[in-house]
Nanobody
């Protein structure tokens, strides 16, 4: 079972920045990559998790949701077993609980049903 721990969330004003980190362990060759998802306040269940960004394990290719392209950047540090999500020019609608997860099923990368192991989440609040 992959262990994932998110950190770096917080409260910022619109236009601000945050960098989230996802520390992982027990990643295996059966996993395809790591994705970041978010869940808006009041929403429950995996089906309500919106895919934000993804990075492959094999070659570091990245995928972004249209809503965050040009503002968010995903990266990885293999030596530290950590994946980062740099979030710039944050908007109120970026508010939510952000999760990282390990992709185990070969589905579209931002499909939450391709993921089995999830972290506990880190809260991001953007408000003025």
């Amino acid at each position: 079972q992959v262990q994932l721990v998110e950190s770096g969330g917080g409260s910022v004003q619109p236009g601000g920045s945050l960098r989230l980190a996802c520390a992982y362990s027990n990643f295996t060759r059966h996993h395809y990559g790591i994705g970041w998802f978010r869940q808006a306040p009041g929403r429950e269940g995996k089906e309500e998790r919106e895919g934000v960004s993804y990075i492959t394990w094999s070659d570091g290719s990245t995928t972004y949701a249209d809503s965050v392209k040009g503002r968010f950047t995903i990266s990885r540090d293999n030596a530290k077993n950590t994946v980062y999500l740099q979030m710039n020019n944050l908007k109120v609608e970026d508010t939510g609980l952000y999760f990282c997860a390990a992709q185990i099923d070969y589905r579209p990368p931002l499909d939450p049903y391709g993921y089995l192991d999830w972290g506990q989440g880190t809260q991001v609040t953007v408000s003025s």
